[in-house]
């Protein structure tokens, strides 16, 4: 399902308001249309992906986080 430029923006409204972080953006689409780029201060922090399925709309944010990126262990 492809994203609208007013879905995007909405969808970055609602991560901005739920994270308290207005650096949070909708960043690139695929070239299908059906995934966005979730940008933290421009930095890549995950992927948007949309589904509509039985006339409802969701949409599903994926964050991978790699343990050479976390604190090291206490």
């Known amino acids: 399902m492809?994203?609208?430029s007013d879905?995007?923006?909405r969808?970055?409204?609602y991560l901005q308001m739920k994270f308290a972080n207005q650096k949070i953006?909708?960043?690139a689409f695929s070239?299908?249309?059906d995934s966005a780029e979730i940008l933290l201060d421009g930095e890549f922090m995950g992927t948007l992906y949309k589904?509509?399925?039985d006339g409802e709309?969701?949409?599903d944010f994926n964050m991978a986080i790699l343990d050479i990126d976390l604190p090291p262990a206490a």
Do not use: I
Request: glycine share 10%; proline share 0%.
């Open 2 to 4: 492809k994203f609208s």
């Open 11 to 13: 969808v970055q409204t």
């Open 7 to 9: 879905e995007a923006k």
């Open 25 to 27: 953006t909708v960043g």
């Open 31 to 33: 070239k299908a249309g």
């Open 51 to 53: 589904d509509t399925e």
């Open 57 to 59: 709309t969701s949409y």
